[in-house]
């Protein structure tokens, strides 16, 4: 037991609960709540509409001058309400469901989707030394170095909520959305396992953190225009990269149940899919999930292609300004480690915005199509892209 | 029976695999979000109507059925004779009226009778007018007032105070006071 305690790193661990707390609570649930209102809000301008604009946040009552707006534009309270009024409404559990997976699947929709947070390298470092604290702290809740792996490993557990909630619910049109679901998330798992393939080839990594440090020293994989980036071989292997990020980002909207690829909840044809029997904050749960891991899947889009933390042109921008915009292992300032973090968690907000866009543009595929695309296209695509890759990095290696 | 042939439209590779049709959408959808954007910007929308401080009030058309409610006439005298035409067509029940008789001291005693009691329960009206038009007296008509609110069932009943309140005074010839008929 001492020996335990002596060994216990009690920095680590205050550092691991306080990012914990910080990323879960701080971050990926008021995210979750503003993605749900700039869905509503976004949807409502694309259709020509108002949406939800009178919950403001009332500085007016504290004796400001005008309540909070962005843009010009109110409703900022909106997902408090709703939130408060998820919490109010009765649960309900209809006499006719298996009662006990029943309370089961919205718990295992939201616990994969928060667990695959954990690897995201949502900052570089954070010096804290007007803390006290000596060593700069990884902004990583676990620096794992299988990354990728770990999430592909958690989030395909995501599947097994959708299924058991559509089952459990003992009624046929959660059972037809939990069918289609498993169908879905099955066959688009594969593309999606198998189009970051060619990215790992390259980076020759599976720790996230190292691969946004790559990205943020040689330029992201999308945009390699600075350090090691201009050389020939990163231009050359932008082709399957640039193949790679379409692959992924389409299956990963295939994944997280989006339109086009809606089927498993498609209102005009399911009711709402496999939670039409679920209310109130059960319903939220799986609300929750949905949205987290959308979240978490444009967090590893946007590390793997998109330079993660990095803010670009950092080396150049530093060698201009003086000032240090790019990452230096335990020389980073305070300063720029926040930006690093609001720079990572902007990129995300614009992937989910574009969520969103492509979700009011884009009708919903046939179910056919849907499984053609996934087994016929991407599958192969992917795998013929694996193939590319090596023969690239073979001809052309890089440093 | 003569045939048209439609042809399907020839689409080009990029359009069959919905790259350029895709981005074409999405060029729509952001027009209409960054038309739509700067219309709400000055809280000023075009189509939308912000309701409580926008109303249809003064555009409503003269047939609008609105909530009814009893009628007086210039001398502040009740048209409504309590006949129960209305109570009896009325197709949800909301009308309930007890009758009551005007004493013979009463210089219009002639009319006899008057309701004692007069009440429209707002919850089950259905605002169809047909109290309006089955009314032989003239009586009772249906206002432009929608807004009807309550905090109670009982608050939502209007009794004959408050249905007098809404409907004030009509002018126009109705027969009964006529002394010669």
Redesign the interface.
Same mark, same amino acid.
């Given at each position: 037991m001492e020996l335990f305690l002596a060994n216990l790193n009690l920095t680590f661990l205050i550092a691991s609960v306080v990012k914990v707390i910080f990323l879960t609570f701080m971050v990926i649930m008021p995210m979750v709540a503003y993605s749900v209102y700039a869905e509503r809000r976004v949807s409502a301008v694309i259709q020509d509409r108002v949406g939800p604009n009178r919950v403001g946040m009332p500085l007016t009552l504290l004796g400001f001058k005008k309540d909070l707006q962005i843009f010009g534009i109110g409703g900022l309270a909106q997902p408090l309400a709703d939130g408060l009024k998820f919490i109010l409404k009765e649960d309900f559990t209809p006499r006719h469901v298996n009662t006990f997976y029943y309370w089961l699947a919205p718990c295992l929709t939201i616990v994969p989707a928060l667990l695959t947070a954990a690897v995201m390298p949502f900052g570089s470092e954070l010096n804290l030394e007007v803390l006290g604290v000596v060593q700069p702290i990884k902004m990583v809740i676990a620096d794992l170095n299988v990354g990728p792996l770990f999430i592909f490993a958690i989030s395909s557990l995501g599947v097994y909520g959708i299924v058991i909630a559509g089952w459990a619910s003992n009624s046929k049109y959660p059972f037809l959305g939990g069918v289609r679901s498993s169908a879905q998330m099955i066959s688009y798992e594969l593309s999606l396992g198998l189009s970051i393939i060619p990215v790992l080839m390259i980076f020759g990594e599976l720790n996230l953190s190292k691969m946004s440090i790559y990205q943020d020293a040689n330029g992201w994989l999308l945009l390699p225009l600075w350090g090691d980036g201009l050389s020939a071989s990163r231009w050359i292997l932008l082709i399957p990269i640039a193949i790679s990020f379409l692959v992924f980002t389409i299956s990963m909207f295939a994944e997280t149940n989006r339109v086009p690829f809606d089927l498993p909840e498609c209102e005009t044809e399911l009711v709402a899919g496999y939670h039409t029997e679920y209310s109130s904050m059960k319903f939220a749960l799986f609300f929750l999930g949905e949205y987290a891991a959308m979240i978490v899947g444009s967090g590893l889009c946007v590390t793997l292609f998109l330079g993660g933390w990095s803010i670009p042109f950092a080396p150049v921008l530093s060698k201009l300004t003086g000032l240090q915009f790019h990452f230096e292992a335990g020389n980073t300032p305070l300063l720029t480690g926040l930006l690093h973090i609001g720079t990572f968690f902007a990129k995300v907000f614009a992937f989910i915005i574009f969520f969103i866009w492509v979700r009011w543009t884009l009708p919903r595929f046939r179910f056919d199509q849907l499984m053609k695309l996934g087994w016929l296209v991407f599958f192969e695509l992917a795998l013929a892209n694996v193939f590319l890759t090596a023969l690239l990095l073979w001809l052309v290696p890089l440093k | 029976m003569a045939f048209v042939t439609v042809e399907r439209p020839k689409l080009a590779w990029h359009e069959k695999i919905f790259l350029s049709t =895709?981005v074409k @959408? #999405?060029k &729509? %959808?952001?027009g209409?979000?960054?038309? %739509? =954007?700067k219309t #709400?910007? @000055?809280?000023k %929308?075009v &189509? %939308?109507m912000?309701y409580p401080e926008q109303k249809w009030d003064d555009q409503l058309p003269e047939h609008y059925r609105g909530v009814p409610a009893l009628v007086t006439d210039e001398q502040g005298r009740e048209r409504c004779v309590s006949c129960q035409l209305c109570e009896f067509i009325c197709p949800p029940k909301a009308i309930k009226i007890i009758p009551g008789e005007i004493p013979s001291t009463d210089p219009w005693a002639k009319v006899e009778k008057r309701p004692a009691e007069f009440d429209i329960d707002m919850i089950r009206c259905i605002y169809c007018g047909m109290c309006e038009e089955v009314c032989p007296e003239q009586a009772i008509f249906l206002r432009k007032d929608y807004a009807v609110t309550g905090e109670s069932r009982a608050e939502m009943v209007h009794d004959k105070k408050r249905l007098y309140e809404i409907g004030g005074v009509r002018t126009g010839l109705v027969n009964k006071w006529n002394e010669l008929k």
């Open positions: - | =895709f @959408g #999405l &729509v %959808t952001l209409h979000a960054i038309r %739509t =954007f #709400l910007r @000055g809280s %929308t &189509v %939308t912000q």
